[in-house]
Structure formats: structure tokens, C-alpha cells
């Protein structure tokens, strides 16, 4: 797939609107606790500013359903950015109107202006043709970055190229769909797919279109549960999600009609309840104890699937082993993220949780590629073509 690329374009003394995906964790300070997407959208904010552009950020933060929510304003990501640069973002109050223009207005080449929460106004989930047009008189040129996002037809994505005619993907979307299209059109064999996480009806479109492509799939979380009580196997009082058994059901079909390797844990960490005081034990075998919850993957499983990992040309892995953020059973989803990190295949890591996992465990800088968009990645890979992604097209 060919782009239209910042690379080798000459934005001096334009006013360039990039659209990056700030969407990051903030705790009940509004102090960031994840700053990866932040980090992510550098390379693209620097670039710009050594040409001595002006650089208009604009982003999402959670879903504050078309109004202003103070806990989901972007203030503290211009703070946090600041400090990044080591240069002031100067930060509009809002992403249009005259606040906008004020500070846009106001700014000269080499600054930097961070624009208030898009979803403050309901124009951007619209993509309202007139919002659309605001956004646009900001701005001469359009880059878009937010890869996290190119799956959704909004204002900022999709509308608000109708009116600047000068666009662009920056360097971090070049890179996912670098990254992801080496996953569709020619992986290296063994082709190794670890899905984990909460829900096969997310994944199924992504696991139907990559079952030519793979050699072998693992497991957990409560896709591994969902998937052996579709073997009608014990799962105790585990979270299924029942209404996928069927669809679970068909991949076991197209599986072993194609004669892949298909794995669920050999074994399981459970608990009387997800909690750090619980009471857990490890499973002998694969299924759960009736009134048990299984809350991670075992040692078993986990010497199974590192062999997996390590006969492995290529991965890529989308959802945790259990539940991670419980200290007592992030046992198994650490040790895969070691196993990956270490393994010399191409690996490519898609969704917040699993890269959080790999953030973790300190493995983050041994990972071939990691995805700043959970979505968006799996859309990518159920060869959905992104709206996003698709206006960018050469």
C-alpha cells in the first residue's frame, strides 16, 4: 500500500494540522500514566518544527459524548508534551471558534498549539460537514497520525480533508501500515497468532481473514475460556462469552480443515475471586474446577506456548493471558511477553493491554513493531480497508 507521505514535502512556514491520537490513561490526578502515544508522535511533531512549520495538534480524549467534560480535557497532555519537547505548547481552550483562531493566530513558525478535546463538540463522531470546514480555516496542510484512530469516518480523519487539498500521512502511520501489511502480504513462515483478552466476537473478523496466513494460534484470557467451552469442556465460573461460542465453534471447523495448530491452555492459575487477596492454585489439566474463576495461564501452558514462540518467524500478539493487572496472576502474560521480546522473529503487538504488558515487563525496545491502535490494527487485519488510512491513498 502506497501513501501519501510527509517525506521529502516542504512544509516551511505553513500551518500544518496533524491530527495524533493523544488519547492516553490519565489517573484520578489527570497525571498521565501511559505516555506512549504521546512519545509515538515525535518523530512527526519534530520534523515538522525543523521546518519551521506551525504545528496545530488536535486529538480525542475518552468519550465526553459531544460535550465539555473537564476530566477528558487535553491540558495535561500540553503539559506533558512541554516537557518532552523541552519547548511551551500552547494550548487552545477550544478546537474551534474564536478561542481557536486566537491562539492559532497568535502562534509563528516553529510553535506548536495543542487544540482542545475534538469530542468536546459533537460535530467530530458527526463528521459534520461544517465542523469539518472549521477545523479546515485553522490550517494550509493536513497530516494525520493517529493511526488509533483512522478507523473512524470523523471530522478530524475524514471531513476536514474535503477542504484541505494538502495531505499527508505522518511517519507513525507509515509505520503501522509498514508493519501490518508485512502480517497480510508476506510473512515469514511459521506464522505464530497469540490472541488473548476478552472478546472473540472483536477478533473474529481479524481471526477469519489470517487463517491462510498462520501456522499456529495460542490462546488465554477469556478467549481461551470462550474457546474450551465450545469444546463443551469445564470452565467453573470463569467469564465466557457465550454468545461467541458459536463463532468459536466455526474457527475450530476452518482449523482443522486447514490443519493449523490451534492451542488453549494445558493448564491454569484460578481464584475463588479476581482480587489481590484471593485464594488461587494451579490446575493439573485444562479445564477449570466448577466454582473457580481461571485468571491467567499456568506453567505448563507457558512452556508450551514459548516453544510455540520460539519455532516462530513471525507473531503477532493481541490481548493478555489473564488478568494482568492483578500482580498474583500477570505471571503467564509476563513470561509470553519475555518469550516474544527474546524470540528473533518479526513481532508485531497490537492493543493497549498487551503493550502495557510489555511496557510491564521492560520488554518494549525488543519488540519488532508495537501498534498504537488496538482497533484500528484489527480492522487493518480483517483487510477492512480504514477511512483513514484510505484518503491517504496515492
Not at 492493543?351 to 504488558?357: L, M, Q, V
Amino acid at each position: 500500500m502506497e501513501l501519501l507521505t510527509i517525506q521529502g514535502k516542504d512544509y516551511s512556514g505553513k500551518r500544518v494540522f496533524v491530527r495524533a491520537d493523544f488519547n492516553v490513561p490519565l489517573d484520578k490526578d489527570q497525571h498521565i500514566t501511559d505516555d506512549t502515544r504521546i512519545r509515538a508522535s515525535l518523530e512527526t511533531i519534530n520534523f515538522l518544527l525543523n521546518q519551521k512549520a506551525t504545528v496545530i495538534l488536535a486529538s480525542h480524549l475518552g468519550r465526553p459524548k459531544g460535550k465539555p467534560e473537564p476530566s477528558m480535557s487535553l491540558s495535561p497532555v500540553a503539559r506533558h508534551l512541554s516537557a518532552l519537547i523541552g519547548k511551551q505548547v500552547l494550548f487552545a481552550n477550544d478546537c474551534i471558534g474564536q478561542e481557536a483562531k486566537k491562539i492559532v493566530n497568535s502562534a509563528v513558525a516553529g510553535d506548536i498549539v495543542l487544540l482542545e478535546n475534538l469530542r468536546f463538540h459533537p460535530g467530530e463522531e458527526e463528521n459534520d460537514e461544517a465542523f469539518s470546514k472549521e477545523l479546515a480555516e485553522l490550517a494550509d496542510c493536513y497530516v494525520n497520525d493517529a493511526f488509533g484512530s483512522s478507523h473512524r469516518a470523523h471530522a478530524s480523519i475524514v471531513g476536514i480533508t474535503n477542504f484541505l487539498q494538502d495531505k499527508a500521512a505522518g511517519f507513525l502511520i507509515e509505520k503501522e501500515v509498514k508493519a501490518l501489511s508485512r502480517l497480510l502480504e508476506n510473512p515469514e513462515r511459521p506464522f505464530l497468532l497469540i490472541v488473548g483478552g476478552a472478546k472473540v466476537s472483536d477478533k473474529i473478523g481479524m481471526l477469519r481473514n489470517l487463517l491462510d496466513k498462520v501456522d499456529t494460534v495460542i490462546t488465554g484470557g477469556v478467549m481461551a475460556y470462550t474457546f474450551i467451552r465450545a469444546n463443551n469442556w469445564e470452565t467453573g465460573n470463569s467469564k465466557v462469552e457465550y454468545d461467541s461460542i458459536p463463532l468459536a465453534k466455526e474457527i475450530y471447523r476452518e482449523i482443522r480443515k486447514r490443519h493449523l495448530e490451534f492451542h488453549t491452555p494445558l493448564d491454569h492459575v484460578v481464584a475463588d475471586k479476581i482480587a489481590e487477596d484471593a485464594h488461587y492454585f494451579t490446575t493439573e489439566r485444562g479445564t477449570v474446577p466448577i466454582g473457580w474463576i481461571g485468571v491467567d495461564i499456568g506453567p505448563q501452558a507457558v512452556w508450551e506456548y514459548t516453544d510455540c514462540i520460539k519455532r516462530a518467524k513471525t507473531i503477532f500478539w493481541n490481548g493478555p493471558m489473564g488478568v494482568f493487572e492483578i500482580e498474583p496472576f500477570a505471571k503467564g502474560t509476563i513470561e509470553i511477553a519475555k518469550a516474544v521480546a527474546e524470540s528473533d522473529a518479526f513481532t508485531v503487538i497490537g492493543g493497549g493491554d498487551s503493550i502495557a504488558a510489555v511496557n510491564k515487563a521492560g520488554f518494549a525496545d525488543k519488540i519488532s513493531h508495537m501498534c498504537t491502535g488496538g482497533g484500528a490494527s484489527l480492522e487493518f487485519l480483517e483487510g477492512k480497508g480504514l477511512p483513514g488510512i484510505d484518503i491517504l491513498k496515492k
